[in-house]
């Protein structure tokens, strides 16, 4: 069980006497005995014992004797050494994993998949009407708990990866498109994950067309589309998959990857035909009554699909699993 438990594996028992397995350990404990008896023996039938009572040679080795021992210390030393740095690497990394700011606030925020392992049905769905509609009755239905506090939308959730889109500019016409990564976004993203803008706005229902001529992009992006400035990229057109539109706003960077890699160049646009989450803000307190009530909901609002949920905190965490598991 303790080695299932460090390497993230499940071993049973019965493969423990499984013949090969039992049939290298015997070989094994065979040849090592034979080895370190055949040394002793070899080593101490050397010793004459006339010679060794009369304190005759006593203080005389050869040189590759001198050499077989100092080079044994000095692998010693080297492994050690290894060792040591190896373990500071690690425990740097593993800080670096746990206390590197992710750029946005994953705790209180549920996620409920849109197309779950129940909810292939829906998947590659296009942008509909009548689905984008029925998502606006659920947000409203959402919003109505107290205990809820935003409610959004998302192709995919920070910190979970994105899907990658070419995009050309002015400065960077259709024959020399480059390659961003993108995320489908609703309105009150930047507000249910606390995100903070560099400069411009973010997306408003309120403009009416933000979401079939809008982009918000991140300072990568601004930087690998030589922009120089968050204020100077405010305005600049883009376009994106087909879709034609102008920067409304430059969002501060975010690891919306693991951080595992570095933070990438990002578009973010309003388009429901990607949605694949729904993202919720939750208070601190009433959860189980939460989360029922947020089933209940989604029962009326998606009847034929399946409910699940997970809590984003959790989700990352099973990320890094594997480093936090090296420091138990």
Request: proline share 5%; hydrophobic share 40%; net charge negative.
């Amino acid at each position: 069980p303790k080695l299932n438990n460090l390497t993230g594996t499940e071993i049973p028992y019965a493969s423990l006497f499984n013949p090969i397995v039992v049939g290298s350990f015997v070989f094994i404990f065979l040849v090592t005995g034979f080895l370190a008896g055949a040394y002793a023996a070899f080593f101490v039938s050397r010793f004459k014992p006339g010679a060794v009572l009369k304190g005759v040679g006593s203080n005389t080795q050869k040189p590759w004797n001198t050499w077989l021992r100092k080079g044994l210390i000095t692998l010693q030393f080297l492994a050690a050494i290894g060792f040591i740095a190896g373990t500071i690497t690690l425990y740097l990394q593993i800080n670096y994993l746990q206390n590197q700011p992710l750029g946005f606030n994953e705790e209180l925020v549920v996620s409920v998949p849109i197309d779950s392992g129940n909810n292939m049905n829906s998947l590659l769905r296009p942008g509909n009407a009548q689905l984008r509609q029925r998502m606006n009755t659920l947000d409203e239905k959402l919003m109505s708990n107290p205990n809820i506090k935003l409610v959004t939308q998302c192709s995919k959730l920070p910190g979970e990866g994105s899907i990658s889109h070419h995009v050309t500019t002015k400065e960077f016409p259709e024959t020399g498109s480059i390659t961003t990564n993108a995320l489908s976004v609703d309105y009150d993203f930047k507000e249910t994950f606390e995100l903070e803008m560099a400069a411009g706005r973010d997306f408003d229902a309120s403009f009416g067309t933000d979401h079939l001529d809008a982009f918000v992009i991140n300072e990568k992006a601004v930087k690998l589309l030589n922009w120089k400035t968050p204020e100077n990229a405010i305005g600049q057109e883009m376009e994106k998959a087909g879709k034609k539109g102008k920067v409304i706003g430059v969002m501060k960077d975010f690891h919306f990857e693991s951080l595992h890699s570095e933070i990438k160049p990002l578009v973010l646009e309003v388009y429901p035909g990607s949605f694949g989450f729904f993202a919720l803000r939750i208070e601190n307190s009433n959860i189980p009554q939460t989360l029922s009530f947020i089933e209940e909901q989604w029962k009326t609002a998606f009847p034929e699909k399946g409910f699940e949920y997970t809590f984003l905190d959790d989700t990352l965490n099973e990320t890094y699993k594997a480093e936090k598991r090296l420091t138990t």
